[in-house]
């Protein structure tokens, strides 16, 4: 939670194996929703996160510090953006992008 800056606001059960986590400040929140229970849960396509960060670069130096490796990038398709991806522990690509 520290990567993103995510505050957690919430945290329960919600049924036998399953637990709910809201995090967040503002009117947006993340849910992370963790089952046990199901050892393949089905994962809709199309899913995308990202975030935004003030320095690609530093950005960068904190996955590296803390032995996340950067899985691609970083990119720079046009003059007003750069960003970058890492893999969260399930696999998904997380982005990092920087507006400038």
Same mark, same amino acid.
């Given at each position: 939670?520290?990567?993103?800056?995510?505050?957690? !606001?919430?945290?329960?059960?919600?049924?036998?194996?399953?637990?709910?986590?809201?995090?967040?400040?503002?009117?947006? !929140?993340?849910?992370?929703?963790?089952?046990?229970?199901?050892?393949?849960?089905?994962?809709?396509?199309?899913?995308?996160?990202?975030?935004?960060?003030?320095?690609?670069?530093?950005?960068?130096?904190?996955? !590296?510090? !803390?032995?996340?490796?950067?899985?691609?990038?970083?990119?720079?398709?046009?003059?007003?953006?750069?960003?970058?991806?890492?893999?969260?522990?399930?696999?998904?690509?997380?982005?990092?992008?920087?507006?400038?």
């Amino acid at each position: 939670m520290d990567i993103a800056a995510l505050s957690l !606001k919430s945290r329960r059960l919600a049924g036998p194996g399953t637990e709910l986590a809201f995090l967040g400040d503002g009117e947006t !929140k993340l849910e992370l929703i963790a089952s046990g229970s199901d050892p393949n849960p089905t994962v809709g396509s199309g899913i995308s996160i990202g975030f935004t960060v003030e320095s690609v670069d530093a950005a960068i130096g904190m996955m !590296k510090e !803390k032995g996340i490796p950067v899985e691609s990038g970083p990119f720079q398709p046009g003059p007003g953006i750069r960003f970058f991806y890492v893999l969260d522990p399930d696999g998904w690509r997380v982005q990092f992008v920087e507006m400038m």
